[in-house]
């Protein structure tokens, strides 16, 4: 079954033809996601991974992280390398969500890595750097869009692969919470439940299993959330004393912002978290007409018009004040 936007978009269809195409004719395969992979890519990777391999390829994944341990029930994932530079040649590298070769973190080099590139993205801001460009803003979740390859490739789908599929379309939309949300994602999802997938079971696996140390991190960075006078903008922020007096690890804040999203009032929250190599990565997420992927693009990051991020250089109290500033006048420009 090919999926209703295909039907509606004869210039997606046609890259979406190609991409099972040049699967077709090809035999080895890397796959990839962008820096601090999340639940979306890693998903992604796992059910793409499996089909591939059913399909009888040759499927090496890489990223340039590793598994977040949050992940670690998703199936395949042992054999995720992280590994930068990857040096290694293929016939087909397929991009997981990656708006331009950078967010790889390293992994593709063009040109050599592969013959062929398949651009797989639903971010907006994307750069159209393959050789086949599957690029669609209307899904919840690049997993929808995988989902409709692997209806289409040449081997059953599986309750495995619905795993990796539920868990990139439940981690992008914040558990079918939010306004991308569509009635493809939740047909999607019911054709998950029909090869088996228990939702029970993947409820504990991605939200029941917090371990104790974020849960220390979380309620020490809950303590520093401050708010502009309209009560319109939240931040605040981790700092590597932070993640050691908690004992906690930088990839184990993936979902705080959503606490200070979730505050009366406010439109856009903003959470700083300083890196070991000294950076200020910066998420930010909005409910309303606030378009942060702009935002965060004019600040060399990017992401969705309710999710977005930066990278910034800099030390916390400057990127914090140049940030909130610059926040607080493009606010004021759109009332
Ligand atoms: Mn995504």
């Known amino acids: 079954m090919v999926e209703q936007k295909l039907e509606k978009d004869p210039a997606y269809l046609q890259e979406f033809e190609r991409a099972l195409d040049i699967i077709d004719r090809n035999q080895t395969f890397l796959l990839t996601t962008h820096l601090n992979p999340d639940g979306d890519g890693l998903g992604c990777e796992s059910a793409l991974s499996l089909a591939l391999t059913c399909m009888g390829k040759t499927v090496t994944v890489v990223n340039a992280h590793p598994v977040p341990e949050i992940y670690h029930f998703l199936p395949n994932h042992e054999s995720f390398l992280a590994e930068t530079p990857h040096a290694k040649t293929y016939d087909v590298a397929i991009m997981l969500e990656c708006p331009d070769i950078q967010r790889t973190g390293g992994i593709l080099q063009i040109p050599g890595t592969a013959q062929e590139i398949i651009n797989l993205d639903h971010h907006v801001f994307n750069t159209r750097y393959g050789t086949v460009n599957m ?65 029970g079971y993947m409820n504990e696996q991605i939200y029941e299993r917090v371990p104790k140390e974020a849960l220390t991190l979380l309620g020490l960075a809950l303590e520093n959330v401050q708010f502009n006078a309209a009560g319109t903008v939240g931040w605040f922020s981790v700092t590597q004393a932070m993640l050691k007096q908690a004992g906690a690890r930088e990839n184990q804040t993936e979902n705080f912002i959503n606490y200070v999203r979730s505050v009366d009032g406010v439109q856009v929250a903003v959470f700083f978290q300083e890196t070991r190599e000294g950076k200020i990565k910066v998420s930010f997420r909005s409910r309303g ?43 004021a420009l759109k009332v």
Do not use: N
């Open 135 to 199: 690029i669609d803003p209307t899904a919840a979740a690049a997993g929808e869009q995988v989902w409709d390859l692997l209806m289409a490739l040449d081997c059953p789908v599986d309750k495995r692969m619905a795993i990796g599929i539920y868990t990139a379309i439940a981690t992008d939309t914040g558990h079918f919470k939010y306004a991308s949300v569509t009635p493809r994602t939740h047909r999607v999802v019911a054709q998950l439940l029909e090869l088996g997938l228990e939702v």
């Open 289 to 331: 007409r606030v378009d942060v992927s702009a935002f965060a693009y004019s600040f060399g990051g990017g992401g969705h018009q309710r999710a977005a991020g930066a990278t910034l250089t800099g030390s916390l109290a400057e990127v914090q004040a140049k940030l909130l500033a610059a926040l607080e006048t493009s606010m």
